[in-house]
């Protein structure tokens, strides 16, 4: 032990600060953490500190050493006997390094004033710290005002005289923080003002984020922030072969600890990860990208010999296309078409085949046909004209047959039906095809093309006319058809064996039609095109003479029709004519908006307008006695209450099933207005794609409303339940109500707000209904479904910005919704915008990011979607518009075949949804696309799963392992994976 002493103008009162040498010693072998920076540590000087104390006889330095002989440097003060103690301890200049908030740790023991006799007037158990910043190193005067107080340091543990014996004496340890920090430098000071304390060590540090490597970028060392609540975002310098697109970034906390990190390095082409560096690709191996996030093994008939490769090499007789990506299997040519054959029809020949025995390991397999016309001599021949029609064409054909047209009869033709693939170019012209030799049969005449008018009389039309291009034989005869315009039904017939005629018999200044077909011994050709020509009139003189009377006559007519109209006009007046007051039978038409509105469409009145509700409930819904409803059982929940399901007996008409709304005991006379406001709108609509009121119940309790029932329930609900089962027609029909409804409300005048999946109901036949007119409601129990602003609740991932922003719904932010219900059906159900929150859906759209295609979606149809989410309003589709469209995809389904997100892949689901069971796998691309899984197709062959036999071995860590995150898409998968073991246990399914 030693003694630290401190002695007042009476030295027999001496006091004594005891501090043990076991406990110093300890000091020198605390560890500093990594992330903290040392400026000053007074346990490390070796020589004096050589801090300014001031008054001079205040703080004092006492050296001493320990058992190691190692210096140890305190300063201590004790004058708790004399009054008014002031005593200032300065440090150095300490330099900050660039720091803008620095620590300062303390270590220090203070006595007990209680055990001072006599001082408990004057004694104080603690002191004050104080700095001071400064560019540079000064000549300093202690001058109070000049600093600035950090806090005032009191010990969670003093000592009496008792404490000093020879037990290590516990320090106390404080730690305060000062910042911000702008200058370079600055100055500690130590304000005693009467306690009996022994400052034994002082260390100032500042923390910062120690250099890391992580995600294979290099972070510096960091400097934390001058606030303590503050993250600094830090660029990573990429290492060791590593590339990234945009540099990752950490965030340095004001503790020293990184957080956040964003993005990664990504290993160069030819080099993977490994242990936190990149390794290069060992032979026979390669990484074709930086994306890719291991070496491949080199796919079929391919091959590296050296380190670090990008691609593979393909062996002889093997051939990779320059669209092929480099994790495809290297292929050749086709074989030729086999087991070609011929069906002539008169001067047509159907021609079919079977494809190549040798695909060459490729499914881009294309025929092109060459017709070529043989003559007297076999040996020799030429190339059919261009004449000769193609259906559907000559080269390019994805199916094994081709329909030839327009030949000549009894004519010799060689076709020859040739394989190619993605890589037939890349090899000599070696060409591989079949050849088939085919005589056409005799036929009738091809149609007269070209008719032309001769000399035209009042009662005569003279005709000529050429040769059929192909007459296929002796031309025996024409046959002319004619009639008068619009007497199609009475019709003569001439025949002539030259190509002239005259038609007789004819009405002056009339319009005949004319057709003309050929006949030879294999019968008559087809008619041709209709010729339209016209008679003379009568002569001149005649015709000036008649035109006076019919002139007169008309101006006679004229006049008293327009007395006839004005007098009508004049008694309407008198008589307070309105449209009110027409037949009822009769068409009406109704303005809204200042345009006219289509006939039977009626207006949307807005019940709210109504001084009492229930005026409007009565005015547009039925009342039905609560006598004729049986509840039968509960099918959901609204927001009011319960929905069921029971039969409606109404008086003369048959039991049908309806749905039952109803309201809740305890409600509020609000709650009532607003359960019947939504009564009061459906009952104005009657539309084949708008739920259908019943009628309400108002007189009994519970108040009830009654809609006609719909089997399968809301719609997105129904897709989740059916996901993948229909055919693309079938969505597209489905859509295709749900915009006519809408059409339908549009001309009304009615904005619906809350267009989405969950609001439209389909019935058995699936025929979509637009539903729920509340308005203002709560959506969904989910708190994120809905984004609160003042006026009600908005459905975010639904509705259209300037509703957002601004609440100016119009038809144009339905048209919007309608989109996003478009991409609900094509996605069977998912959630738009996945797990964003509202915030981040609203901030996404603002900066005009859009849904992405859904899976298998055609390309027209995801145009459709991208045209509703125009950000300028007026430049979205009306939805009378959509309907127009969707009836000519309807009608057209060829155009639903190129898909969005399928490298021109065409859709298998317009006839008939895919179904996984069935004998044959043929490919992994085809089994996932079966599960509408397609999207793992890449990550399965980069990881190696290139055929069917390779995945029926997979476990639920090698899904992972290849990417499958999703555990519903692990669940799918794995599931089919077992199913397909189980059928090759039992012999039902092949590879």
């Known amino acids: 032990m030693f003694a630290l002493w401190s002695c007042t103008r009476r030295p027999v009162s001496c006091t004594k600060v005891w501090v043990s040498l076991l406990t110093l010693a300890a000091l020198r072998t605390s560890a500093i953490p990594n992330n903290e920076v040392n400026l000053l540590d007074s346990r490390s000087v070796v020589d004096d500190l050589g801090w300014i104390a001031y008054p001079k006889n205040g703080w004092e330095e006492i050296g001493e050493v320990d058992e190691n002989y190692s210096p140890i440097h305190t300063y201590q003060v004790c004058k708790v006997m004399e009054h008014n103690q002031n005593n200032w301890l300065q440090t150095n200049w300490i330099l900050t390094e660039g720091a803008q908030r620095v620590f300062v740790e303390l270590k220090f023991t203070l006595r007990d004033c209680n055990s ?18 400064s560019n540079e190193k000064q000549e300093r005067v202690i001058r109070e005002s000049d600093y600035v107080k950090i806090d005032t340091i009191a010990a969670d543990e003093s000592f009496t005289e008792l404490d000093l014996g020879d037990r290590v004496m516990k320090l106390n340890t404080e730690v305060r923080d000062l910042g911000p920090l702008t200058k370079k430098g600055f100055y500690l000071a130590f304000q005693d003002v009467g306690a009996c304390i022994a400052l034994v060590s002082v260390r100032v540090f500042y923390k910062k984020c120690p250099a890391v490597v992580k995600n294979l970028a290099l972070f510096p060392d960091t400097i934390t922030g001058s606030d303590s609540s503050q993250l600094l975002e830090v660029s990573g310098i990429c290492v060791n072969m590593s590339v990234a697109e945009d540099l990752p970034r950490m965030h340095c906390s004001a503790e020293g600890e990184w957080l956040v990190p964003i993005g990664k390095c990504m290993c160069q082409p030819g080099y993977e990860e490994q242990n936190g560096t990149c390794q290069a690709c060992r032979p026979g191996f390669f990484k074709a990208s930086a994306q890719s996030p291991s070496c491949n093994k080199c796919p079929p008939h391919s091959f590296t010999r050296a380190e670090g490769c ?18 495809m299997a290297c292929t050749k040519p086709p074989s030729a078409p086999r087991n070609a054959i011929s069906n002539v029809n008169e001067t047509s020949v159907l021609l079919e085949w079977a494809p190549p025995a040798e695909t060459g390991g490729r499914r881009d397999i294309s025929y092109s046909v060459v017709c070529r016309k043989v003559g007297s001599d076999p040996w020799r021949s030429e190339e059919c004209g261009g004449h000769v029609r193609y259906l559907p064409g000559r080269t390019g054909l994805r199916n094994c047959s081709v329909m030839v047209t327009d030949l000549l009869a009894h ?3 060689t076709f020859e039906v040739e394989a190619v693939n993605g890589v037939s170019y890349l090899v000599a012209p070696v060409r591989r095809f079949v050849t088939l030799n085919v005589t056409t049969n005799q036929a009738a005449p091809s149609l007269v093309s070209v008719v032309k008018k001769g000399r035209a009389a009042k009662d005569s039309i003279a005709l000529s006319w050429k040769e059929p291009e192909r007459p296929n034989g002796i031309i025996l005869e024409y046959e002319i058809k004619y009639f008068e315009k619009d007497q199609e039904t009475s019709y003569t017939i001439i025949k002539s064996k030259e190509t002239e005629v005259i038609a007789d018999g004819l009405r002056p200044s009339s319009v005949y039609v004319f057709q003309i077909r050929a006949r030879t011994s294999a019968g008559y050709g087809g008619f ?21 009377p019919i002139v007169a006559v008309a101006v006679i007519v004229g006049v008293v029709l327009l007395a006839l109209v004005t007098g009508f ?11 009110a007051k027409q037949d009822p039978d009769e068409e009406k038409m109704h303005f809204h908006s200042g345009l006219l ?9 807005d019940p709210h307008t109504y001084e009492d509700p229930s005026q409007a409930v009565h005015e547009f819904a039925k009342e039905i006695d609560a006598s004729c409803i049986t509840i039968e059982r509960v099918i959901g929940a609204g927001e009011f209450g319960e929905v069921c399901s029971g039969p409606l007996r109404l008086p003369g008409k048959r039991e049908f099933t309806v749905a039952i709304k109803t309201l809740k005991a305890g409600y509020t006379e609000k709650q009532r207005r607003d359960f019947l406001a939504e009564a009061s709108i459906m009952g104005q609509f009657d539309h084949p794609n708008i739920i259908h009121l019943e009628g309400v119940v108002t007189k009994s309790k519970p108040v009830m409303i009654i809609t006609e029932y719909m089997e399968n329930g809301s719609l997105d609900t129904f897709l989740k339940k059916n996901d993948g089962q229909f055919t693309v027609i079938q969505l597209v029909g489905m859509l295709r109500g749900i915009a006519s409804g809408m059409r339908y409300l549009s001309d009304t005048g009615f904005v619906h707000r809350d267009l989405a999946a969950r609001n439209i109901l389909v019935n058995s036949n699936l025929v979509c209904k637009v539903s729920d007119f509340g308005l203002s409601r709560v959506l969904e129990d989910d708190p994120e479904a809905a984004y609160t602003t003042r006026g009600g609740k908005i459905p975010i991932r639904w509705t259209a910005p300037e509703a957002i922003t601004f609440r100016k719904f119009t038809s144009a932010s339905d048209v919007w919704s309608y989109g996003i219900v478009m991409w609900e059906v094509m996605s069977y159900g998912e959630r738009p915008y996945w797990e964003m929150s509202n915030q981040d859906v609203i901030k996404a759209v603002e900066e005009n990011y859009r849904l992405p295609g859904p899976m298998d979606c055609p390309a027209v149809l995801y145009q459709l979607m991208m045209d509703c989410w125009q950000k300028e309003r007026n430049s979205r589709p009306k939805f009378d518009e959509i309907v127009s469209l969707l009836d000519k995809l309807i009608r057209n389904p060829i155009s639903l075949k190129t898909l969005v997100n399928s490298s021109d892949r065409e859709s298998n689901l317009l006839v008939e949804p895919r179904s996984l069971d069935g004998p044959i796998f043929q490919s992994v691309e085809d089994w996932l696309e079966g599960m509408k899984m397609g999207r793992y197709v890449e990550t399965f062959v980069e990881s190696g799963y290139t055929t069917m036999e390779l995945v029926a071995q997979m476990t639920l860590d090698d899904l992972r392992r290849v990417g499958v995150s999703l555990a519903g898409h692990q669940k799918k998968i794995a599931s089919s994976i077992q199913e397909m073991r189980v059928q090759l246990m039992n012999g039902s399914v092949t590879f």
């Open 569 to 579: 006009l004049l008694s309407g007046r008198r008589c307070g004519y309105s449209i």
């Open 528 to 548: 041709s095109q209709r010729f339209e020509f016209e008679t003379s009139p009568y002569l001149a003189a005649s015709r000036d003479q008649g035109q006076l």
């Open 597 to 605: 509105q289509l006939p039977g469409v009626r207006t949307y009145i």
């Open 411 to 413: 004519t010799n033709y």
């Open 310 to 327: 990008t691609s593979c090499q393909c062996e002889p007789g093997y051939y990779r296309g320059g669209s092929d990506p480099d994790n």
């Open 116 to 133: 001072l006799p006599g001082g408990l007037g004057t004694c104080k158990e603690t002191f004050n710290i104080f700095y001071f910043e």
